[in-house]
């Protein structure tokens, strides 16, 4: 694995996203947003806004948005990172810690712990982006297929 530069992951990260994008654009509540990336330390942050239609029956996020949001944010990162145009989930853990109210300013984040030729270990979390609340972790496994 080449790591990128710095400059080389956001232009990468930044793509990805815009035609993850634009494959919803018909539906905001499926839109994420770059935050911020490391490639030094393989990590990508993605921001998103939290919709009515994302809410439990408790008006809060969703445990199932949750793992949209970390699927997602770890996809992007294998992609971008990686440089790779497929690769998929085989494996989702998560642990939900407190609930996510819906005023509550989102980041989710995501770094991979163990880059291989085909599968790639990653490590998520969703917490408030002005207090550092931590919302929930996951882990996941992504094969490359390509």
Sequence with gaps: MIQPTQEEFAIRAKQYIDTYNKRYEDQPFHQLYFHSCDAKKRCLELTHPIYPE?????????????????????????????????????????????????????????????????????NMDIRNRDTDQLYCTASSVFYICE
């Design 54 to 122: 994302e809410l439990n029956v408790f008006n809060g996020l969703h445990g199932g948005a949750m793992a949209w949001l970390v699927d997602s944010c770890a996809g992007l990162l294998c992609r971008s990172y990686l440089d790779v145009t497929v690769c998929v989930t085989v494996n989702l853990n998560i642990n939900y810690i407190k609930g996510v109210s819906p005023e509550d300013p989102i980041v989710i984040r995501a770094a991979i712990s163990g880059p291989g030729r085909r599968i790639v270990n990653i």
